[in-house]
């Protein structure tokens, strides 16, 4: 048989129902009409929204209403229904929204609101119902949240499981007058072989005669510092990280292995944790966890075989893809919150396998600061990783491929040169461009002869990328097609920043054997008299700048005082050199 | 508690007594008219009219070491205990039990009745003196009443039946708790939290009453038993130290979970009547571990209980971590772990248990907590719990300076006391048991001779002579 406990202690009393007829049925209907509708506000609205606000002061003028009428209100509460006295006062048209299943479902069987409801206790009784709302199964229960919440003006009577085949504990009769004499008895035998006796086992009670200590207050009561040394312990108490302590413990018992179940136990209770840190944004534990790890995989003889296959399961878990795209959502979206610090501390035990999807994330976050984090992590996770790398350059996602192309140039893995190559004939321009950047980087001659064939690519920054390339690498085969390209109808048409870069590039690699190209097209005249545009001869100017000898330089003489001011300037440039 | 008048009484009462602390301070250090004890009257008198005003009046009575405003028990902490203890022993030197403040009290009637709190204590009847000195001032809306007449707000049947029923609940869900853990079932946390909730609240209105429960040796297995006191020693301390209801409660939990790691320890181990042989021993001393990766798989929790994780993977662990688990890894044992720790071993080395020695007087394992450092307690959260349980704590067995048997049935509220307790005398000088077991506060002391009327010479083992001190605490 259950009991119905009431929050306050007392029985909720059965018996016929009673009909007031006084009772403010309709008012109290209202009441909860409006409740409803606040409660839904509650949840819709932020703090200090209005409607909100205008919804907690209707519910708030009904209640103070109903004082005048009522010194409480007490209803009962079946699944889809509040009570007064007997009568029908809330009816929910679905369990979704029903406040009455609200309760009733976690056996709360009456409800008392008392005067002062109204005051600031009415938003915090939302509140319950809100938490009650977002309860799962598996965790607390309303009775639960309304212990915690400890609210004076509503109290509440639920079905009392506990209350079940309790017997209370009764006093019995008393010892017999025999047991008693025998206690007296045998405690002053007692006394006297303690007399007789000095020593005594070290588990055993001491003779418990009064001693002048007893008395002593200093000796049991607390002072004024070890008050205040109590307070700081309950405030360090509080602030304290469990989680590290717990985990301590975990490692301290993972290392021992004698116990291999154990050990299988608790890397199972790991592997648990770890995506529950992260979920709640704890990159710190979680990078706890994956240090120890990786720190016990290289002890010999701790894990056996099967514990050394778990840990590396968890290991490279943390480097999938599917991971590591959740936690950069999780650094967008805020769950996790960590400075560049912890988040690189965290990203330093990722392997290899990690790298395309940090790589696609560091080449495409907007935030400066996360883009520079997951670029550094990347490259950390490189170095261990270059034959990793190697195999990246082959990744479908281009953002994946051109990033790896550049990373392969910062780190100049030189044996990259032929992928690189392949890469300048990549379908995404982007590719084709960080592979010619790379090359720029690698200073690969391998790469500089493909590099020739990108002269003529339909992407326009590939083109001049290209150009600068060949032009950085003096690569002197190119000269024949840069010399084509500048003698061509093309490059006429291209912009200010193109035609720079090829006549330079063409500069570059030409030598000597460039300047009666480029001084005719610098200072010459056609049949009719006219110049080469403007554009075209300032280019042509970079370009034999970029010769510098004796003979481009009197070419370039002769434009010093050129009437065309661009032209002029920029021969100014090459002359002295200003690149 | 709700208050018709819309008043958080806990609150206001709190603040009422810091008031009248103050003003008492002031008082103590200026004369009347200097500007502090203006203010520090003009307060009061604010803080005073407010509740009487909601409440039609105010009484504020002192009953042990704990104070009420009208039927709200004032919450001791910490952050009060000073303000509480200064207080009370204002009022205990003048034999006041409660003050009652009527409607209409006027700012002026303060001064004379706190400069008379002031004053030193009149003779053999304090209260007498002070009621007719106060008789000749203009205070006419404060009535006192003495100590004698102020009782126990509650009815001691009615708490100790609360107490009964609470205690008994908490068992059974504790035995259903480990049993099912044993049998590898899920466990209703949602009825192992409603427990602890109860207990909790137990032990905020109902102390004392509690504390007699834990007298009970034969109420049911002792793993069981021993759990929930152990949650209740250890709410009592963590009540003490300041910790508010959902802390204790966070406490609680984890003090009932303490040795669930002992579910998983062969039940032959557990129950061995005699010692235990080394390699015995060495499984048991996994239980702290094993109850740590328990409470990882049980279900119910909102968030994963690393605190009470903690409180049972610890709490065989010394303050120099010497003690079992062994660390390896840098450790401080939490003082949730701390206080279950003490809670523990004051349980523990007061019961008869399987595999163990022979169980010691409740006083003789508090002197030993506190004074032997290789115990390695926290012994601040030691000396809390005599705090609590006073030098002999309910349920000893002691034998008095007339040679009769008695049964220490309630503290001594006053700290400089604690060793002077309420006891229920249950046999004659010579060993006969008393019809009707007779109730002796031990700090009184005889008028004729001032010397105290009994005193205690001896504590002695109830378990070990099969005396059951709870047919005397319970009846």
Not at chain 1, 354 to 372: I, M, N, Q, Y
Not at chain 1, 448 to 466: C, F, K, Y
């Amino acid at each position: 048989m259950n009991e119905f406990e009431r929050s306050s202690g007392d029985s909720m009393e059965g018996g016929d129902v009673l009909w007031d007829d006084a009772l403010p049925v309709e008012d109290v209907r209202q009441l909860f009409v409006t409740l409803a509708k606040a409660f839904r506000a509650y949840q819709l609205y932020d703090d200090n929204n209005p409607v909100r606000r205008r919804f907690l002061e209707g519910l708030r003028t009904e209640l103070q209403r109903l004082w005048t009428e009522m010194d409480r209100i007490v209803v009962t509460v079946d699944e889809d229904h509040f009570y007064l006295d007997g009568r029908e006062v809330y009816r929910s048209e679905s369990r979704a929204d029903s406040l009455a299943f609200l309760f009733f479902k976690d056996g709360v069987r009456e409800i008392t609101f008392l005067p002062g409801v109204e005051g600031d206790e009415l938003e915090r009784f939302l509140g319950v119902l809100q938490r009650a709302r977002k309860l799962v199964p598996e965790g607390d229960d309303l009775l639960t949240v309304l212990w915690e919440e400890d609210l004076r003006f509503f109290e509440y009577q639920y079905v009392d499981l506990m209350a079940e085949g309790v017997t209370l504990p009764e006093p019995g009769a008393g010892n017999s007058s025999a047991e008693l004499q025998a206690v007296l008895e045998a405690e002053d035998e007692a006394d006297e072989a303690d007399e007789a006796e000095s020593g005594e086992a070290d588990e055993a009670p001491p003779p418990q005669t009064v001693k002048q200590d007893d008395f002593n207050p200093t000796l049991y009561a607390l002072d004024p510092r070890e008050m205040e040394t109590l307070r700081s312990e309950v405030r360090k108490e509080l602030a304290r990280d469990t989680r590290s302590d717990v985990l301590s413990a975990l490692f301290d018992r993972l290392e021992e292995h004698h116990d291999r179940s154990r050990q299988t136990e608790i890397l199972r209770i790991l592997s648990t944790l770890l995506p529950n840190f992260l979920s709640r944004g704890a990159i710190v534990p979680a990078t706890r966890v994956l240090e120890e790890l990786r720190t016990l995989e290289r002890r010999d003889g701790v894990l056996d075989e099967r514990g050394l296959t778990e840990v590396g399961a968890m290991l490279d878990a943390v480097s999938a893809r599917d991971t590591l795209d959740e936690l950069i959502k999780a650094l967008y979206d805020g769950t996790i919150k960590a400075t560049p610090t912890q988040l690189a501390g965290f990203l330093t035990y990722l392997r290899g396998a990690a790298l395309p999807a940090l790589l696609h994330a560091s080449e495409t976050v907007e935030h400066k600061e996360l883009r520079s984090v997951l670029r550094a992590a990347v490259q950390g996770i490189a170095r261990k990783n270059r034959a990793a790398v190697l195999t990246l350059l082959e990744e479908d996602d281009p953002v994946v491929a051109a990033g790896t192309a550049r990373l392969v140039g910062d780190m100049q893995i030189t044996e990259a040169g032929p992928a690189l190559a392949g890469l300048l004939a990549h379908d995404a321009a982007s590719v084709r461009l960080a592979a010619v950047e790379a090359a720029i980087s690698l200073k690969a001659s391998t790469v500089a002869g493909a590099l020739e064939h990108t002269l003529d690519d339909p992407d326009r920054d590939v083109r001049v990328a290209a150009a600068k390339a060949l032009g950085t690498l003096k690569y002197r085969p190119a000269a024949r097609a840069l010399g084509g390209i500048a003698k061509g109808k093309d490059i006429r048409g291209a912009d200010i920043g193109e035609k720079v870069a090829v006549f330079e590039a063409y500069g570059a690699v030409a030598g000597d054997e460039g300047v009666r190209l480029l001084d005719g097209l610098l200072n010459g005249k056609s049949l009719f008299g006219k110049r080469e545009p403007t554009e075209v001869r300032a280019a042509a100017a970079l370009g034999l700048g970029r010769i510098g000898t004796a003979d481009a330089k009197e070419s370039l003489r002769k434009a010093l005082d050129d009437d065309d001011a661009v032209v002029r300037s920029n021969a100014n440039r090459a002359f002295r050199r200003e690149d | 508690m709700a208050h018709e008048s819309g008043l958080n009484l806990q609150e206001e009462g709190r603040r009422l007594l810091a008031s009248l602390y103050g003003t008492l301070n002031a008082l103590r250090l200026y004369p009347v008219e200097n500007e502090t004890v203006q203010q520090a009257i003009s307060d009061l008198h604010r803080l005073v009219e407010r509740i009487v005003e909601a409440e039609g009046g105010a009484e504020v009575r002192v009953v042990g070491d704990f104070f009420f405003l009208n039927e709200t028990r004032l919450r001791l902490d910490l952050s009060n205990f000073s303000t509480f203890g200064s207080f009370a022993r204002a009022l205990h030197d003048h034999g006041i039990g409660a003050v009652e403040i009527l409607p209409g009290i006027e700012r002026s009637e303060w001064a004379p009745f706190i400069s008379m709190l002031l004053r030193g204590p009149g003779g053999d009847l304090p209260f007498e003196t002070f009621r007719d000195r106060f008789a000749t001032t203009p205070v006419e809306h404060i009535e006192l009443r003495p100590l004698s007449e102020v009782d126990e707000p509650k009815d001691d049947a009615e708490s100790l039946t609360a107490a009964k029923r609470t205690y008994a609940q908490s068992v059974k869900v504790a035995k259903d708790a480990l049993g099912d853990m044993r049998l590898g079932k899920a466990v209703n946390v949602r009825k192992v939290k409603r427990a602890v909730q109860g207990i909790v609240d137990q032990v905020l209105s109902n102390e004392s009453s509690m504390v007699t429960m834990t007298t009970l040796r034969d109420f049911d297995e002792y793993t069981f038993t021993h759990s929930v006191n152990v949650c209740i020693f250890s709410v009592i301390i963590g009540q003490r130290i300041g910790l508010d209801r959902l802390q204790l409660y966070e406490l609680g939990l984890g003090a009932l979970f303490h040795d669930v790691g002992k579910q998983r320890i062969d039940l032959d181990i557990i129950n061995k009547p005699t010692g235990l042989t080394e390699e015995e021993w060495r499984e048991l001393m996994e239980h702290p571990t094993e109850g740590l990766l328990i409470l990882f798989q049980m279900q119910g929790f909102a968030d994963v209980p690393y605190r009470q994780m903690l409180m049972a993977y610890e709490h065989h662990m010394k303050t120099d971590l010497s003690g079992y688990p062994s660390t390896k890894r840098p450790r401080e044992p939490t003082l949730f772990s701390r206080i279950v720790s003490v809670a523990d071993a004051f349980d523990a080395g007061t019961s008869v248990r399987s595999y163990q020695y022979e169980p010691w007087p409740p006083d003789a394992v508090l002197q030993e907590m506190r004074d032997n450092p290789k115990r390695g307690f926290d012994t601040l959260l030691v000396k809390v719990l005599i705090t609590a349980t006073g030098v002999y704590p309910v349920g000893t067995l002691v034998i008095l300076d007339t040679h009769e048997l008695a049964v220490v049935s309630q503290v001594n509220p006053d700290l400089e006391l604690l060793h002077r307790p309420k006891v229920r005398v249950i046999s004659d000088p010579v060993g006969l048991p008393l019809s009707e077991p007779v109730t002796l506060d031990l700090s009184d002391d005889d008028p004729a001779t001032g010397a105290p009327v009994r005193q205690i010479i001896k504590t002695t083992d109830p378990q070990k002579y099969g005396i059951r001190v709870s047919d005397y605490l319970l009846a």
